[in-house]
């Protein structure tokens, strides 16, 4: 399955059979992670709170390729998209695993991925390596297999995204 995930609606044409799911996060009620770990602790896997991300990251974790459109503010995800990568802590576990020498969560049933980051707005340099930085460093908690980042003015938005669309339909 792929997944576009994007912080505001855009014009993408998918295919009625396709295996895309589309999710447009700024028309959801996802509310802010309030790090209770009830996820890890008092219901394994599932967010002890009932709103629309409940139905999101199930399939953050079923993806294999995914597309994540965001705003760059201050060099990180703009607030719809971090709101919602955080309140994915349940498709990880509470145990730690080694990982290129580093300390990260086991993933709970998680198929690793492709992802392609896009992001858009009015992004200077400093923001752009510190944007490039935090997704490199997301990649190795998500089980990305591999990543790349795409910037471009959101004037462009659209067509980028069905560019990206278009290579996975070959």
């Known amino acids: 399955m792929k997944l576009i995930m994007c912080d505001r609606p855009i014009q993408v044409n998918i295919r009625d059979n396709s295996d895309i ?8 009620k996802i509310a802010n992670c309030t790090g209770c770990f009830g996820c890890w602790t008092r219901t394994p896997g599932k967010c002890v709170m009932r709103d629309d991300a409940t ?3 199930p399939y953050i974790a079923a993806s294999d390729t995914v597309l994540y459109v965001s705003r760059v503010k201050y060099g990180g995800y703009d607030s719809v998209m971090k709101r919602m990568l955080e309140r994915a802590i349940p498709v990880q576990q509470a145990f730690i695993r080694i990982f290129k020498n580093e300390t ?3 993933q709970r049933a998680v198929v690793p991925k492709r992802a392609t980051i896009v992001a858009y707005g009015d992004i200077d340099a400093e923001e752009r390596a510190l944007f490039e930085k935090l997704v490199a460093r997301n990649a190795s908690n998500m ?8 910037f471009t003015p959101e004037a462009e938005l659209d067509d980028c995204v069905k560019k990206i669309v278009e290579r996975w339909n070959g």
């Open 21 to 28: 799911k589309y999710i447009d996060l700024s028309s959801l």
């Open 55 to 57: 139905r999101v990251y």
């Open 104 to 106: 990260h969560h086991v």
């Open 143 to 150: 089980s990305f297999e591999s990543h790349e980042v795409v």
